[in-house]
C-alpha cells in the first residue's frame, strides 16, 4: 500500500516538473496573456431630425473587424489566415495595423460592415486568430441608400489630412459632406470604453471599468421629408436640383441634387476603385447642385430686369414693344425664342409669354449697371451664407471686379434675358425668390434649427438671419406677383398649375454658350415659383440639366411638389379626420 | 464516553495531527489570499469554523472506541441513506445539482458525510461472523450497501463523491484478505459495467471524460478548467508567483478556485518548491494512514484505519490527478485544503478513526 501511495505521489510530482519546470515558462506567457483589454464602445451619432420630428437618419449596429496590436505575436501568420478566411488583400490588413504603434492595446479597426457570414467565421477560427476581435459599432441607418444625399452628407472614417488635424482618433467616423460634417462637433458624440480583464482564450472575465459612451446630440432641421422625398420621386431621372424654401424664414424645406449618391456605401469600407470611380464620375453624383453649381438664369432673371425697370421708372407697365422674333444691334442679330415673334406685347405680356425682343430693348433702356446692381441687391452672384461648405458664388457681370472689361450693350441684351456671362446657383434664385414672395427680405438659408444632447438641453439654435434686403416700392411688387400668376395660369408656365393653388413662377430655358448650336434639348430648364401666391409660404425652384425648355421640364417637376405639399396634405388630413 | 483514559492520550499520533494541522493551515492561508466572498464575508471565516467544528468532531471520534463505532455503523449508514434522500426532498439546488441541506445558518452535505458511514458499514460488512472468510456472499451484500448510496448519490447528481465510494469498498476488501481472483473478478465485471454507466451519465458528464481523452477538443468550453488549471500551475514554476502575482487565482480566470481547483492555486504562488512540501505533508499523512493500519492489534483496527486512509488517498489522488491533467475532470474536493464545511468535517473525522485505532492499538 505505502509503495503503492509512494509512487502515485512520484508521478504526481513528476506532472509538477513537467508543467512548472519543462513547460513553465510557455504557461507563464499564457498566463500573461490572460490579462486586459480596451473595448471601445463607440458613441452613437446623433439623429437628424426633419422639422416635423420624422428621423432623416438614424443609427444601426454593425459588425468592425478589429485588431489588438499587443495581442498579435504571430502578426504575419495571423494577418495570412485572416486574409484567406475574409478575403480581404493582405496588404490592406498589414497597412491598417501598421499604422499605429505595434504594442498597443487600443484595437484598430480594419474593415467595417462585416456580414454575419464574416463574422461567424472570425468565431469560429478565434483560437487560431488571436489578437482579432469583432466589435459591434452602431452605422448610420439611412431610409433609402440616395434620400437627401448631398443635404445630410456622408460619414466616412477619419483620413489621414483630418488626422493630422489631431482632433479625432484613428478609425473615427467623422462626418464627411453636408450637415454631418457641418455638424460633426454636435453630431459625434463622445466614445466610451470598458478596461476588461479577459483570458489567455479573450474571453472576457470581468468589467474592471467602464466609461459610457456619451451619444451624439440630435439635430432638428429645418427640412420637412414629405416634401424632400417628393421632390426627389420628380426629379427621378433628371440632372439638376430643387430646393423648396419657406419664404417667410429662409427655412430650407427640400434640397434635392440629382443625380445622388449612395451615402451607406460609406459605412463600410469603401474601396478604392469603387471611391475613384465615384469621383471621376462623368454625371458628377458628389456635386451638391443647389450651391455647387452655377448656371445662366435663362427668362428667369427677367423677373430682376423687370423690377429693375420699374423702379427705376425706365420701365412702366404700359411700355409696348413690337416683337418680330428678332433683334438688331449693329452688326448683331439676337432671336427670340419664338421665330415669328409675339407681335405687339406689354410688359405683362413679355413675361407671360416670356418675349426676349421686349427684354432687349428694357434692358438697353435700364441700362447694364442698373441691372447689375438690382441682381446684386437679389443677392445673385453672391453666396448666400448657408452653412454649407463649398458654396459657388456665381457672377453678375458688370459688378465692380479688378480686370474685367466694362460692359458693352451686347453684353447688356445679352444680361437682359438672364445669358451672357451671368451664372447663379439654385440655392442663389430661391433666395431672390423667396424675397420676391415676401416682400424684400433676403434670408440666410436655414438648414438646421436646433441641436439638443441627449438629455434635451440646447446646444444650439439659429434662430434666423435676415441678410439682405430689396428695396421696391410695394406697387413694383404687386405688379411681379400679378404677372408671376399669370405666367402660371395662362402664360410659359401652365404646365404648374395644381388645382385650388395659385402659384406664381416663372419659366427659363437657359443656352448653354459652347453648345448653343446643339438642339433645344441640351438647354438648362428652370422653372422658379411660390405659392399660394397671395400668402407665400413656399418657394420652389426647379432646375434641370440640359432637360430642354422650362415650362414643359421644370414645371411639371413643380407641380409634382405642389401636389404633394398641398394636395396630400389635404388627403392626409381628410383621413386624419 | 469511555474516553478519558491517561493511556490513551499517551498514543496520540501527534506526527499525524501535525501534517494534517499543515495541510490545513496551507489550505486556510490559500482561501483567505483569494478575494472570494459570500454576502460580503470573506471565506476564510467560514473556513476556520468548519476547521473548529471538524477538530471537535476528530476528538469525538478518537474519543469514541472504533469498535462500538463498528457496532452502530448500521444505524449511521442508514441515518446516511436517509440523507442521501433527504437531498431530493429538500436539498438546495446549485447549478443543478441538489447536494446540500439548509441546516440552521449552514448547507450540509450528505454525500460528503454518508462516506464516513460508508466506511464504517463496510469494514462492519467484512467482519461479521457469517463474512469470514470473503467470499462471493459477502462480496454481494457489499456490493448492495455499495450501490444504493452509490446511485443515489449519482442522481444529484454529485459523480466525483459517488466514484470515491469505489477504491474505498476495493481497498476494504483487500484488507479483508479477498483473493485476488476474486476481486480481479468483480472488477472486470465492472468494467463490463462500463457501458451502462456510460449511458447514465449526464451529457456533461460524459463531455468531461471526451475533453479528458482530448483536452483541446473544446477550449473554450468543458476543457476550459483543464487548460485554465495547467497555465495556473504552470505559470507558478519553480518558485512560484506569490500571492500578489498569481493573477491566474486572484483574478479569477481559474474556475471553482477555492474549491476543487484549489491546489492550482497554491502551485502558482509557491512554485514546483512549495508543492513539493505540500506533498510530503499528504505523502507522510496518507503513508502514516497505512503504517496505522499495518500495525493495528486486530482485524477490526486495521480494516477502520484502512477504509478511513483509503477515503482520503482517494480523494487527494483523484483530486490532484485532475487539477494537474493527469485525469479526468470530476468533481472532488482536495481534502483538508478545499473550501467547504462537510468535506473539511469528514476528512477530520477520518482523523479521528486513525487517531482511535491508533490510541488503543496498545491498549
Not at chain 1, 311 to 318: H, K, N, S, V
Not at chain 2, 253 to 275: N, Q, S
Request: with cysteine; proline share 5%; aromatic share 8%.
Amino acid at each position: 500500500m505505502t509503495v503503492g501511495v509512494l509512487v502515485l505521489f512520484l508521478v504526481l510530482v513528476g506532472q509538477l516538473w513537467y508543467l512548472q519546470v519543462l513547460e513553465g515558462e510557455r504557461l507563464q506567457e499564457l498566463s500573461e496573456r490572460n490579462r486586459m483589454r480596451v473595448r471601445p464602445i463607440a458613441a452613437p451619432r446623433g439623429v437628424l431630425f426633419d422639422r416635423n420630428g420624422l428621423a432623416l437618419v438614424d443609427n444601426r449596429p454593425a459588425f468592425t473587424l478589429s485588431l489588438i496590436p499587443r495581442e498579435m505575436d504571430n502578426r504575419d501568420a495571423v494577418l495570412g489566415r485572416l486574409s484567406a478566411l475574409l478575403r480581404i488583400p493582405y496588404a490592406e490588413l498589414d497597412d491598417a495595423l501598421g499604422r499605429g504603434p505595434a504594442d498597443s492595446l487600443m484595437p484598430v479597426r480594419v474593415r467595417r460592415g462585416l456580414t454575419l457570414e464574416d463574422v461567424a467565421r472570425v468565431e469560429e477560427w478565434k483560437l487560431e486568430l488571436p489578437g482579432v476581435i469583432v466589435e459591434v459599432e452602431p452605422v448610420r441607418l439611412y431610409p433609402t441608400s440616395h434620400f437627401a444625399a448631398h443635404l445630410l452628407g456622408y460619414v466616412r472614417e477619419v483620413n489621414d489630412e483630418q488626422l493630422k488635424q489631431g482632433r479625432y482618433r484613428r478609425g473615427e467616423m467623422v462626418g464627411q459632406s453636408g450637415l454631418e460634417r457641418l455638424l460633426d462637433n454636435y453630431l459625434r458624440g463622445q466614445d466610451g470604453g470598458e478596461r476588461i480583464e479577459v483570458d489567455a482564450l479573450g474571453r472576457p472575465i470581468r468589467v474592471i471599468r467602464r466609461t459610457e459612451p456619451h451619444p451624439g446630440a440630435h439635430v432638428v432641421t429645418t427640412v420637412d421629408r414629405r416634401i424632400q422625398e417628393a421632390a426627389e420621386r420628380a426629379m427621378e431621372g433628371h440632372a439638376g436640383s430643387v430646393v423648396v424654401m419657406d419664404p417667410r424664414s429662409g427655412d430650407v424645406l427640400a434640397m434635392v441634387s440629382t443625380p445622388a449618391f449612395a451615402l451607406d456605401q460609406f459605412s463600410g469600407t469603401i474601396s478604392r476603385e469603387a471611391w475613384i470611380q465615384l469621383v471621376k464620375d462623368p454625371s458628377h453624383p458628389m456635386l451638391n447642385r443647389t450651391v455647387q453649381s452655377q448656371y445662366a438664369p435663362g427668362s428667369v432673371f427677367k423677373i430682376i430686369v423687370a423690377a429693375a425697370g420699374l423702379q427705376e421708372t425706365t420701365l412702366t407697365p404700359l411700355d409696348r414693344a413690337h416683337c418680330d422674333g428678332t433683334f438688331h444691334l449693329g452688326n448683331w442679330t439676337f432671336r427670340d425664342w419664338k421665330a415669328e415673334g409675339h407681335g405687339s406685347v406689354d410688359l405683362r405680356a413679355a413675361i407671360v409669354q416670356s418675349c426676349n425682343v421686349f427684354f432687349y430693348q428694357a434692358g438697353l433702356k435700364i441700362g447694364g449697371a442698373t441691372i447689375a446692381r438690382y441682381a446684386t441687391a437679389f443677392g445673385l452672384g453672391a453666396p448666400t451664407g448657408i452653412d454649407l461648405p463649398g458654396e459657388k458664388t456665381g457672377l453678375i457681370p458688370g459688378v465692380r471686379r479688378s480686370g474685367r472689361r466694362p460692359l458693352y450693350r451686347g453684353d447688356t441684351v445679352n444680361m437682359s434675358i438672364g445669358q451672357g456671362a451671368v451664372l447663379v446657383t439654385p440655392m442663389q434664385v430661391a433666395r431672390a425668390m423667396s424675397a420676391v414672395a415676401n416682400g424684400g427680405a433676403l434670408f440666410k438659408p436655414r438648414l438646421v434649427q436646433r441641436v439638443e444632447s441627449a438629455d434635451g438641453r440646447i446646444l444650439h439654435s439659429d434662430p434666423g438671419l435676415v441678410n439682405g434686403h430689396v428695396d421696391l416700392s410695394p406697387m413694383v411688387w404687386a405688379f411681379l406677383r400679378e404677372v408671376l400668376i399669370d405666367v402660371v395660369n395662362e402664360g410659359t408656365g401652365t404646365a404648374a398649375r395644381v388645382p385650388g393653388v395659385e402659384i406664381a413662377g416663372k419659366t427659363g430655358t437657359a443656352q448653354i454658350v459652347a453648345n448653343s448650336k446643339v438642339s433645344a434639348g441640351q438647354d438648362h430648364a428652370w422653372f422658379v415659383s411660390f405659392a399660394p401666391a397671395r400668402d407665400p409660404r413656399y418657394v420652389v425652384v426647379v432646375m434641370v440639366e440640359r432637360g430642354g425648355k422650362g415650362g414643359q421640364v421644370a414645371a411639371p417637376i413643380a407641380r409634382q411638389i405642389y401636389n404633394a405639399i398641398f394636395l396630400e396634405k389635404v388627403a392626409a388630413a381628410g383621413l386624419a379626420g | 464516553m469511555p474516553g478519558v483514559d491517561r493511556r490513551l492520550l499517551q498514543n496520540v499520533d501527534w506526527l499525524l495531527l501535525a501534517a494534517a494541522g499543515s495541510v490545513i493551515a496551507l489550505g486556510t492561508v490559500t482561501v483567505a489570499t483569494l478575494n472570494v466572498s459570500r454576502a460580503g464575508d470573506s471565506l476564510v471565516y467560514r473556513q476556520l469554523f468548519s476547521v473548529a467544528v471538524g477538530a471537535m468532531a476528530m476528538v469525538l471520534v478518537a474519543s469514541i472506541d472504533y469498535r462500538n463505532l463498528v457496532r452502530v455503523a448500521p444505524l449511521l449508514y442508514l441515518v446516511g441513506l436517509a440523507g442521501l434522500a433527504l437531498v431530493f426532498v429538500i436539498g438546495r439546488s446549485v447549478s443543478g445539482a441538489r447536494r446540500w441541506i439548509p441546516l440552521g445558518g449552514v448547507s450540509v452535505q450528505p454525500a460528503e458525510l454518508f462516506k464516513f458511514a460508508f466506511v464504517l458499514m463496510i469494514v462492519w460488512v467484512l467482519t461479521t461472523r457469517w463474512a469470514q472468510p470473503v467470499k462471493k456472499a459477502t462480496l454481494a451484500v457489499a456490493g448492495v450497501v455499495f450501490i444504493v448510496p452509490f446511485v443515489l448519490i449519482v442522481k444529484q447528481p454529485d459523480l466525483g463523491t459517488a466514484l470515491i465510494l469505489a477504491p474505498v469498498l476495493g481497498l476494504l476488501l483487500i484488507g479483508a484478505g479477498i483473493r485476488l481472483r476474486l476481486l480481479g473478478g468483480v472488477v472486470a465485471a465492472a468494467v463490463a459495467l462500463l457501458p451502462v454507466v456510460w449511458f447514465f451519465l449526464k451529457d456533461y458528464q460524459r463531455q468531461r471524460i471526451m475533453v479528458y481523452l482530448d483536452p483541446y477538443r473544446d477550449p473554450l468550453g468543458t476543457a476550459y478548467n483543464v487548460i485554465q488549471a495547467k497555465i495556473a500551475i504552470g505559470s507558478g514554476q519553480l518558485l512560484g508567483k506569490g500571492v500578489a502575482g498569481a493573477t491566474q487565482s486572484r483574478l479569477a480566470f481559474l474556475p471553482e478556485r477555492h474549491t476543487d481547483f484549489i491546489f492550482a492555486v497554491f502551485a502558482e504562488m509557491w512554485g514546483f518548491v512549495g508543492c513539493l512540501v505540500l506533498l510530503v505533508c499528504y505523502a507522510f499523512l496518507l503513508i502514516r494512514g497505512f503504517d496505522i493500519a499495518a500495525t493495528a492489534r486486530e482485524p477490526l483496527g486495521r480494516l477502520v484505519a484502512l477504509g478511513a486512509t483509503a477515503l482520503v488517498t482517494a480523494q487527494t489522488l483523484i483530486n490532484l490527478g485532475m487539477v494537474t491533467g493527469l485525469l479526468p475532470i470530476v468533481g472532488i474536493p482536495l481534502p483538508m485544503m478545499s473550501y467547504g464545511g462537510s468535506a473539511m468535517v469528514v476528512s477530520m473525522m477520518a482523523l479521528g478513526l486513525l487517531l482511535s485505532v491508533r490510541m488503543r492499538q496498545f491498549a
